[in-house]
């Protein structure tokens, strides 16, 4: 079965600060990968996705994500935080005909 | 595009009530999926329609809950009677062919709360 950990349930950078939220997944093949993001009382909004070519994709709002097979990883980078960027953010993975499965999120919080 | 669009955003029932909730998928999206999310068990997928046949309904929680999709532009998640435990937020998203390759888009949610 599919799974997702993102180890951290909450983390706090300054803002201008760097940034790497961890997702750690599990998938039998080659996986389709995901972040998501979510401001308070919104839905979630797809920032980037991989699943294929080269493993730094870039995404929305200057995110970047690197996918490492042999770290079963796929980590959200951004160099410069700015407070707007404070929200919860989501990994997940899907292939074949298996629809997506969630991490349990990473709270940003993004100090002055 | 105007998006996923779920109806109402906020609702609050008492106990036993029955509570639908309403969702109207980007056009020429084939997959609708309703999710719950709460603090506690984070986003659960609940029910997974494709060209609005149910696929997956494995995450209903019981008999309570049931969804719809009647056409492929309308779906509806019904919780018939409603219990406090129901409180949390449901999402609907949809994609295409499944959204294994392109994500899924997600609406703003349904604020549920049962008192």
């Known amino acids: 079965a599919q799974s997702v950990t993102q180890p951290d349930i909450h983390i706090t950078v300054s803002e201008g600060a760097s940034l790497e939220l961890r997702c750690n997944y599990s998938y039998g093949a080659t996986p389709y990968l995901f972040w998501y993001v979510q401001s308070p009382g919104q839905g979630l909004q797809l920032l980037l996705k991989?699943?294929?070519?080269?493993?730094l994709v870039q995404g929305i709002k200057g995110f970047e994500a690197e996918f490492k097979r042999s770290q079963s990883s796929f980590n959200l980078r951004k160099p410069s935080v700015h407070w707007s960027d404070a929200a919860e953010y989501f990994c997940?993975?899907?292939?074949?005909?298996?629809?997506?499965?969630f991490g349990k999120g990473t709270m940003l919080l993004v100090s002055p | 595009d105007a998006g996923v669009i779920q109806s109402p955003r906020h609702e609050v029932t008492e106990m036993g009530q029955e509570v639908t909730l309403r969702c109207k998928p980007i056009?020429?999206?084939?997959?609708l999926f309703w999710y719950r999310q709460t603090m506690m068990r984070g986003l659960e997928l609940l029910i997974y329609?494709?060209?609005?046949?149910?696929?997956?309904d494995s995450g209903m929680p019981e008999d309570r809950f049931s969804a719809k999709m009647p056409n492929a532009s309308f779906s509806t998640l019904k919780i018939q009677p409603s219990e406090p435990r129901d409180s949390a937020v449901y999402f609907c998203a949809s994609s295409v062919g499944g959204g294994r390759s392109y994500g899924y888009t997600f609406g703003s949610g349904t604020r549920l709360t049962v008192v």
């Open positions: 991989y699943f294929s070519g080269d493993t």
């Open positions: 329609f494709n060209n609005n046949v149910p696929i997956d």
């Open positions: 997940a993975v899907g292939g074949g005909y298996s629809t997506l499965t």
């Open positions: 056009s020429g999206h084939n997959s």
